[in-house]
């Protein structure tokens, strides 16, 4: 028998041993990855620098190994090129080089970004694992989301996460859902949405219904979701709101107008056009283009909606009936609301919400409207009278970039991935369910990639980075003016478009240090009647009526208040300077400098349509601010492009002098 | 019959969220009402995208029969190199006979040539379209450029940038010109960016940017007019001996 006899029985124990010890080195020969390398091998044996190549490689398995950020990446065993800058031209995946990005691979290892299974070691569980928690890779599309759990801040690389975030803010998802950051602050909207507590003033009880029904039919570029309501509960809705709505003296009250309507017809056109309304509201043209601002409403049917005597009220003041609104107060004279009211009115269109009527509201109607306001979390975003603003309304997505596969029902026939989930559920919220509040958004496929990589980003490990990889977002402030200037700027809206200590729109120039910048004569002729300093801009400062007490009390209040402590007004004074160095700074300004590619020194000679025109500088800024923003205008205003030339302090003062010298006829007609 | 809205639907989510590999090969064959004799591009080509993702616009084309007058329910096919995903695939041209397709680009950096085919009577017509996918630092630098280059270097004006290509006395060169920018380097590039036009004896026009853009910034301004240049650049690599 075998072991009858020892010789034999020690040589088939020998053989099992050999066997048993040719396992490993027999897995590992047959294993994939050892596959991909020999094709590695083979691939660059006949290129120009295979020994440099050769010499660079290492057989067996590889990692990546970070404990604090918790990485174990295996991907760079099959995946060799990724730092081979000389394999840009191979294509073939794994080899290809790595594409250029600011990281080290070896400081962030793979699956931070691509996701997948960084510890496996073959490609179905690396990259396509759907087992248990586990998730598959990443599809590119998706991949600045990987930027973002660092990231706060708005990168110039990550367009698509940046948008992602300014939709959760301004299409109103953080009304409803909590979306909270890993440094303690919580996202906030920013699309104001408008109260509801005065609506009958506004509008009719027929427009709401079929805003109700379809916002976007009243306005492409509506942000209001649908709600897929049934004619029913659409009308049940618009009979609660008119009958909560409370009147606001003043709302109803037409506005006394002698003439009441222009004989010019165009006078609407151009004075809507000289208000720069445009610059927030967009209206649709003839084409079906939405052209315009996206800060307040589009205007294309606002005539169905508004009532007339609602529509001169607000235009005469519209913090009366909305004290929030980002629209500034005019001070429009009655005949001007009387032309724009009627150009407003014009504004609409005879189809839209023909069919409608409704039958007197019944109490049953109002109760069963309340129920469903409740219901729909309508008071998360709109201030109703006699509904609270729910809290908690919609699941915290705080960490819904790491909700685990195995709590998500997947639709059938879905991928199981998380960003597949995701971009479903922004898509079409309501196949999950027959009883799903979530409303349907009108987005673009690429709106829905941008959302779903930016919801992508709030993960677990955002949380558990490192304090000194996190970048944290620029936070509005909540600076507020004191005093009655700190009002008056409030009534005229300034932070609707200027930023002024951090807090505001980035649609204006930035005013935090603008009394150091600018002379009092012109910063009065400015406020008076605002001139165009930058020609090629759409979006201009709008001409308020304000009365000589309230420019003064503007002019005193940025003058003193808005003053940068490093410009030292010394340092180049008001005082004439020797006509040599004027025509030195002349030189330098068009031959040394160029200048005039972006700037307009004389209208005679000079073209340059990108910076604001110079022919009234001398009377417009004061010499220390100018002389300050041509040693470095990034540290007077960040992110501005004029570039940071290093101009030497001798050469800043022959410039400073030369830009101090014109006066401009400009100026000299303000002052008339 | 609920049963099958329930699958139309199921099928609806899955063509516009689910990966792009099985769309195509699911989608149910569509049956032609018509058919059209020729085929035009109406918008959506010359794109420039972020590999992977989808454009901004998408691809209509315009189906016309021998009249010249458009064509409705004639099919139209998209195609494209491998990683390329349409949102429809195929689809039967609308009432002013066109078809429209989102594009999906693929995940590796370059130009990918599309084809919209309609079968036709007798012979199909095809149409071609080209898509440009940028990488990481190349759409950084595009950004870049969009910033702080186009207003002088882009001829045409948008409804948000007036040009200033026009008031310029010397004119910049458009990042698309590939037949002069190709054949300038790198090294140049970078020198005439950092320290303006000057540094190589061109114009003064050109400011430097070198104190205000980084070395990062600036190489990603170079892989972006490197990758929309036209004709494409060949990138000059070392000459490999074959054995």
């Given at each position: ?5 020892p ?15 040719a ?8 294993s ?38 918790g ?24 080899f ?26 073959t ?24 930027c ?30 909590t ?45 209001m ?20 709505s ?30 720069f ?15 315009g ?27 009366s009936?909305?004290p ?32 409608v ?29 006699g ?66 990589n ?100 503007l ?32 030189q330098?300004?068009y ?9 307009i ?26 002389y ?5 205008p990034q ?12 101009i030497?302090d ?23 | 019959?609920?049963r ?105 950096a ?59 006395e ?32 061109r114009?003064?026009?050109?400011p ?36």
């Amino acid at each position: 028998m075998l072991f009858g006899d020892p010789v034999r029985a020690f040589g088939v124990v020998s053989l099992v041993l050999l066997a048993a010890l040719a396992i490993a080195p027999a897995k590992d020969h047959f294993s994939e990855w050892h596959g991909y390398q020999q094709r590695y091998l083979s691939l660059i044996r006949d290129r120009g620098d295979a020994v440099s190549l050769r010499r660079r490689f290492q057989p067996g398995i590889r990692q990546v190994w970070l404990p604090e950020l918790g990485v174990v990446d295996r991907c760079t065993t099959c995946h060799e090129g990724l730092k081979e800058a000389s394999l840009a031209d191979v294509h073939e995946q794994p080899f290809r080089e790595h594409p250029a990005i600011p990281h080290k691979l070896d400081e962030f290892g793979c699956v931070i970004c691509h996701r997948g299974q960084g510890a496996a070691t073959t490609v179905a569980e690396a990259h396509h694992s759907e087992r248990a928690g586990e998730e598959p890779i990443l599809p590119a599309r998706y991949i600045e989301s990987g930027c973002g759990q660092c990231h706060q801040n708005a990168l110039t690389g990550t367009p698509h996460l940046n948008q992602g975030r300014i939709m959760l803010a301004r299409y109103g998802c953080v009304h409803c859902h909590t979306v909270k950051l890993p440094d303690g602050s919580a996202m906030t909207a920013s699309d104001n949405p408008p109260s509801l507590a005065h609506v009958a003033d506004k509008t009719t009880r027929e427009w709401i219904y079929s805003w109700l029904k379809d916002p976007q039919a009243y306005a492409v570029s509506a942000t209001m979701p649908n709600y897929k309501l049934s004619d029913a509960d659409a009308s049940d809705i618009s009979a609660f709101l008119i009958s909560s709505s409370t009147p606001r003296a003043g709302d109803t009250a037409a506005v006394e107008v002698k003439s009441t309507a222009s004989a010019d017809p165009s006078a609407g056109a151009s004075l809507y056009g000289e208000s720069f309304c445009a610059s927030c509201h967009a209206v649709q043209n003839a084409a079906g283009n939405v052209v315009g601002g996206d800060v307040g409403p589009e205007l294309t049917r606002i005539g169905n909606k508004a009532k007339p005597e609602w529509l001169q009220a607000w235009l005469e003041n519209p913090r009366s009936y909305d004290p929030t609104t980002l629209m500034p107060h005019y001070r429009f004279t009655p005949q001007q609301i009387a032309i724009l009211a009627g150009f407003l009115k014009n504004k609409s269109d005879a189809d839209y919400g023909a069919g409608v009527r409704l039958a007197p509201a019944t109490q049953q109607q109002i109760v069963h409207g309340k129920k469903l306001v409740a219901e729909l979390g309508c008071a998360a975003c709109h201030q109703i009278n006699g509904v609270r603003s729910p809290e908690n309304f919609a699941p915290d997505l705080s960490r819904i970039g790491s909700k685990p596969l195995a709590q998500i029902v997947f639709l059938p026939g879905m991928q199981h991935a998380l960003p597949n989930y995701i971009a479903a559920k922004i898509q079409q919220p309501r196949a999950f369910g027959p009883g799903l509040k979530m409303p349907q958004f009108t987005l673009t496929t690429p709106q829905t990639d941008d959302l779903t990589n930016a919801l992508l980003a709030l993960t677990d490990r955002s949380y558990t980075m490192p304090d000194t990889l996190r970048v944290a977002a620029v936070q509005d402030t909540n600076y507020q003016p004191a005093g009655r200037a700190g009002k008056l700027m409030s009534d005229l809206a300034c932070f609707s478009c200027h930023r002024i200590n951090g807090r505001g729109s980035d649609m204006a120039p930035d005013l935090t240090w603008e009394g150091s910048s600018v002379q009092r004569q012109w910063l009065d002729d400015f406020l008076k009647n605002p001139n165009t300093l930058r020609p090629s801009l759409i979006r201009r400062m709008p001409r308020f009526n304000l009365s000589d007490d309230d420019r003064k009390e503007l002019t005193d209040y940025i003058l003193v208040v808005y003053q940068s402590p490093d410009i030292d007004p010394d340092i180049a004074p008001m005082a004439a300077n020797p006509p040599a160095m004027v025509e030195h700074g002349r030189q330098l300004f068009y031959s040394k400098y160029a200048c005039q590619s972006c700037h307009i020194a004389d209208t005679k000679t000079d073209k340059g349509y990108i910076g604001p025109t110079l022919t009234a500088v001398g009377s417009r800024l004061t010499p220390a601010w100018i002389y300050a923003w041509l040693k470095d205008p990034q540290a007077l205003r960040p992110g501005t492009i004029e570039p940071n030339q290093k101009i030497s302090d001798d050469d800043a003062r022959a410039l400073t002098a030369f830009l101090m010298t014109l006066k401009g006829s400009g100026g000299q007609e303000a002052k008339r | 019959m609920m049963r099958r809205s329930s699958v139309c639907l199921m099928f609806l989510i899955l063509a516009t969220v689910a990966g792009c590999k099985h769309s195509a090969a699911t989608s149910p064959a569509l049956k032609a009402r018509a058919a059209g004799t020729a085929i035009a591009a109406s918008s959506g080509g010359q794109q420039i995208g972020e590999t992977g993702t989808a454009l901004k616009d998408p691809l209509v084309v315009q189906v016309n029969d021998d009249h010249g007058t458009a064509v409705q329910g004639a099919l139209v096919e998209f195609r494209g190199p491998a990683g390329v995903h349409f949102d429809p695939a195929a689809v039967l041209t609308d009432s002013s006979g066109q078809a429209t397709t989102t594009i999906r680009l693929g995940t590796i950096a370059g130009r990918y040539q599309i084809s919209a085919v309609t079968p036709g009577k007798s012979q199909s017509a095809t149409i071609q379209a080209v898509e440009t996918a940028l990488g990481y630092q190349q759409e950084l630098g595009y950004l870049l450029a969009e910033k702080y280059c186009d207003r002088c270097h882009d001829p045409e004006s948008s409804v948000e940038r007036v040009s200033n290509y026009d008031n310029l006395e010397v004119k910049p060169h458009p990042f698309t010109e590939g037949d002069t920018l190709n054949k300038m380097s790198d090294a140049d590039l970078v020198a005439i960016i950092q320290h303006g036009g000057p540094a190589l004896n061109r114009s003064a026009l050109m400011p430097p940017y070198g104190n205000t853009l980084s070395a990062a910034d600036v190489r990603a301004l170079i892989a972006s007019i490197r990758a929309v240049a036209d004709p494409p650049y060949q990138p000059a690599g070392t000459v490999y001996a074959r054995k």
